[in-house]
């Protein structure tokens, strides 16, 4: 009852700015840091306009770790130029995360309307490929991270746990390994037994919660506050340290409902969430 934040340990909580992004950034790590969260992953959205080396050391300032930029991938495409585009893009990225001292970059790798999602795979593995120097040379990370099946016809072709990490096998690069989110995995039907396999490979770079609404209204932004939904966390969160993840439980919540609200009622609302829930 003396502890410095009336919530239970929140060593591990680390937001999105996407979560609550109508703040700037330099708002958002400011109340983060006063509510007692410890992380922060930044989209780049909230990074357009300024230094990225000096909004960094500005996150650092307030106490805050830096633990991924948001996010890159779309390696997919129909024609070369484009899929060249993706790769350059991504090499921005890098030179980003470098900039602002996020150690790994969240990949959501793509996917077009109508192409083969095998032909998606193979793009995606191929454009990892080309960026790879490049995060090598600037000692940045890639976390694929597998997106819910509803996101295959234009976010991403990689859906399972299992895709995730048969890709970073072939890959074969201690650079390359996979984030685990929560929204996108619940209902996988191996996701106990390839998050075993991810941590055996020690490619567990990233864990993401929020909760999955029922009904859920919209496909993109009708995420739910952890609690709010059918997900079992703590069994997931369970599985992912026991394959031995030590990093963060990062809150990603895209969710119309919430950004509505009076933020910083919602941020108050996120750390008695994480603190019940995760
Ligand atoms: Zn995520």
Redesign the pocket.
Known sequence: MFSAFPFQNLSKLCI?TITTKSWPLEVAAEKYAKAGVKGITVWRDALAGRNPEQAGARIRDQGLSIVSL??GGFFAGYSATERRAAIDDNRGAIAEAKALGAPLI?L?CGAVPGQKLSESRKQIQDGIAAILPDCIAAGVKLAV?PLHPMYADSRSAINTMAQANDLCEAIASPLVGV?V?V??LWWDPLLEQEIARCGRMGKIF?Y?V?DWRTPTIDFLNDRGLMGEGCIHLRQIRAWVEAAGFKGFN?V?VFSNRLWAMNQDEYLQQIVRSYSEFV
């Open positions: 999105h948001c996010r969240v959501v991270e984030a989110d929204y996108h990233a993401h929020c990062e990603e």
